[in-house]
């Protein structure tokens, strides 16, 4: 594996009670949302049954997916209802005004 950067474009795009999602290399998908002041990359699948969580809904600290009502610490990405499952994070930069999601690629 190695790790590449992209980048997600202007961090203005996505202000305060947004969010986008974006299309990663491999056909999965990246949930980017404003929250607390910063910005949260998500993998846009729910770890319980792989509903889309740009779907879901955020109260407070939380996001709750609308499959199931599994609801998600957007601190620690931890389940509140089932500890042992959480959200999958990505690295996540702003430089210069502009978003760079770290992700891992095939060594090729
Ligand atoms: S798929 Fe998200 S709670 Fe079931």
Redesign the pocket.
């Known amino acids: 594996m190695a790790i590449a950067e992209i980048s997600l474009g202007p961090a203005q795009a996505i202000p305060r009670g947004k969010r986008a999602v974006f299309d990663l290399p491999g056909g999965s998908q990246v949930l980017v949302l404003h929250h607390k002041k910063r910005w949260l990359a998500i993998e846009n699948r729910?770890p319980?049954?792989?509903?889309t969580l740009s779907e879901g809904l955020i109260k407070g600290p939380s996001l709750m997916?609308v499959?199931?009502?599994?609801t998600f610490d957007l601190e620690s990405g931890v389940c509140r209802t089932h500890p042992e499952t959480s959200l999958k994070f990505f690295p996540l930069r702003l430089v210069e005004g502009e978003l760079w999601l770290q992700i891992e690629t095939e060594d090729k």
Do not use: D, I, P
């Open positions: 729910c319980h049954a792989g509903a997916c499959w199931h009502g599994w």
